[in-house]
């Protein structure tokens, strides 16, 4: 989502006149878009600011003013907090208030004082941002932002916000906009995306099934996904979408967090371990074809060597084609950093590691199933080596082709030779 944002915030600025660099030297204007989820992301924007303050130096020394700009969830959760630690920053503006970003520059060149603009104002943020433009054939758009969930470890309720759900009549727009420029893979963005109930084209409340079939209808779409899902908003129209719709890719993000049913409790996770084994049986019968990728934290307060052992137990039921893993991290402000019983770093370390050995083996093992199988990737990037080419299968693996004729945004049927555990090497079938 923080890549769809900063994309949001690069148009915006370009209807300003400003132009994207890739060389700092060259910003008149630097904007970090920042994460809070865990202390390592937000920490990394004060040594990246660091750098930034080198650079603005530098500048200044050629006569060339630099303003910075701080955006995303540590600007919302840490304010003037920034300004402070770092007395170089300009601007402030946090995820739900970056429409305004050219109005609160002005603001700055008026006053010449930072401007912290931390609100979570009464307004369409996308309504007020300028057209979409695609980067790649495959692209992303937010459809439901923020959270009322509430689990214990987790900022993304205070720093996003509460939930909401645009209308299905902009994201229509957008895909058909998107379309346009070459678009043919849709993914569609939310903290929790598949509690979706934004309004339909007749006036109603439509689900995020509703909304996938729509978007499935048009031409040129033709490859959906969505992440996001919590366990407990997995409807059955959308397991059923897994069966009926081909548009709608065979692959899955369904964070667990714990197998243990205690510590799902203290996450305030509303479901628990049987429940997630049976719905995961429910889409699995529905698809049987389907990848399934899941969040794991490891540490959380009061973690038991049985608790980890619970969630060992329960990769080991499910069996997950790729999976993120984290050694919790105490967030300011939330319940379960105020617990008494924090697990030490090194066990957290050890936890960690032999569960990201155990995935990792997973996602070898899903890779390798799919030698000598046919496929349709769709080419997405250049690759490394000459005449590589970098897609993506239904299955969201990495596919590297090499070819003298195929191009980015071409569907190619392949068959798959080789895999490692991060990616799978193809040729292109010969009548493709
Ligand atoms: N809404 C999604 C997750 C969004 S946050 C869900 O409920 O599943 C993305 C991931 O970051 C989470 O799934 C979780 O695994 C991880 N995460 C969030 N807060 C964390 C924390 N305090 N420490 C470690 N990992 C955390
Ligand atoms: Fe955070 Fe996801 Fe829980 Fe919401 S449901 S509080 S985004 S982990």
Known sequence: MNVYDSERMAELMDTEGYEQTDDMSDADMVVLNTCHIREKAAEK?????????KNKEKRSGQGKDTIIAVAGCVA????????????IVDLVVGPQSYQNLPKLLNEFKTSKKPVIETEFPEEDKFGKLPGITASSPCSFVTVQEGCDKFCTFCVVPYTRGGEFSRGAKQIIDDANRLVEQGVRELTLLGQNVNAYHGEGLNGKDWSLARLLDELSKIDGIERLRYTTSHPRDMEDDLIELHRDNPKVMPYLHLPFQSGSDKILKDMNRRHTRDFYIELVD????????LALSTDIIVGFPGETDKDFQDTMDLVETIGYASAYSFKYSPRPGTPAAEIEEQIAEDVMKERLA???KRLSGQQKFFNESKVGSQMTVLLEKIGKKEGQLIGR??????????????????????TIKSATSTSLQ????SSS
């Open 282 to 289: 429910r889409i699995r019968d529905a698809q049987p074809e």
């Open 45 to 53: 924007v004060y040594s990246e600011l660091g750098r930034v303050r």
């Open 393 to 414: 299968s239904p299955y969201l693996q990495s596919v590297h082709i090499e070819t003298d004729h195929a191009k980015i945004g071409d569907m190619v049927d392949v």
């Open 354 to 356: 032999i569960l990201q």
């Open 76 to 87: 919302q959760a840490e304010g003037e907090e920034i300004i402070r630690r770092a007395p």
């Open 426 to 429: 193809a040729v292109i079938n």
